[in-house]
């Protein structure tokens, strides 16, 4: 069984900063694709950024230059650094890990419980 727990949503001012951290519990021994993705109210679901296990990043066009997506597979945790934010960003975010190979067996997808970012002033 594999876990997703996201944090440091919160409420930023226009032109602000947040970290977005997802940590995979359980005994996990690989993952393949890491990434986010956003719900704004009345919109569908959105991908933001997605890494896979050898680094490759790929980003939405809205947030190239100010998101930057990371990962430390040792802690099996995916982050996200958000910067010069706007109000368009404001939305649910939910972290994805796919293709995890775990102690009691394969999952082929896994998805947080989403965290909110809210920017207003």
């Known amino acids: 069984q594999v876990q997703l727990v996201e944090s440091g949503g919160g409420l930023v001012q226009p032109g602000g900063s947040l970290r977005l951290s997802c940590v995979a519990s359980?005994?996990?021994?690989?993952?393949?694709?890491m990434g986010w993705y956003r719900q704004a109210p009345g919109k569908e679901r959105e991908l933001v950024a997605t890494?896979?296990?050898?680094?490759?990043?790929n980003y939405a066009d809205s947030v190239k230059g100010r998101f930057t997506i990371s990962r430390d597979n040792a802690k099996n945790t995916v982050y996200l650094q958000m910067n010069n934010l706007k109000p368009e960003d404001t939305a649910i975010y939910y972290c994805?890990?796919?293709?995890?190979?775990?102690?009691?067996?394969?999952?082929?997808?896994?998805w947080g419980q989403g965290t909110q970012v809210t920017v207003s002033s």
């Open positions: 359980g005994i996990i021994f690989s993952i393949g694709a």
């Open positions: 890494i896979v296990s050898g680094g490759s990043t």
């Open positions: 994805k890990t796919e293709a995890i190979r775990h102690l009691t067996g394969y999952t082929n997808a896994a």
